[in-house]
């Protein structure tokens, strides 16, 4: 399975929950590190699960924008930058890099 059984439940059903970060739960504590396939989708969903608990809990209903301050913005977009490198051939970047990225916008 790419996500543990239950965490999108949890990071939906807890209002702690959605608060902490993807890579947090997921024990992907090395920004610095390339994720696997595996380890991308699995960010990706819970990173996605986690904003829309996030979203739904502050009544935004879907209108989430992007902060680079933002720990689960930077962590889909890691992770989806992630599985698009595997999909298309481009070089991986870790977390970190992906951050300072979005940071230089």
């Known amino acids: 399975d790419l996500v543990p059984e239950g965490a999108t439940d949890a990071a939906r059903g807890s209002d702690a929950a959605w608060q902490t970060t993807a890579c947090k739960a997921l024990g992907l504590s ?34 989430d924008t992007f902060d680079k301050d933002d720990a689960l913005a930077c962590e889909f977009v890691a992770a989806t930058a992630a599985l698009r490198s595997a999909n298309y051939g481009i070089e991986r970047r870790s977390l970190f890099d992906a951050k300072g990225m979005a940071g230089n916008i």
């Open 30 to 63: 090395d920004a610095h590190a390339t994720w696997t396939d595996a380890d991308a989708a699995r960010v990706f969903v819970s990173s996605a699960s986690r904003i829309m608990a996030r979203d739904e809990a502050n009544g935004s209903n879907g209108t």
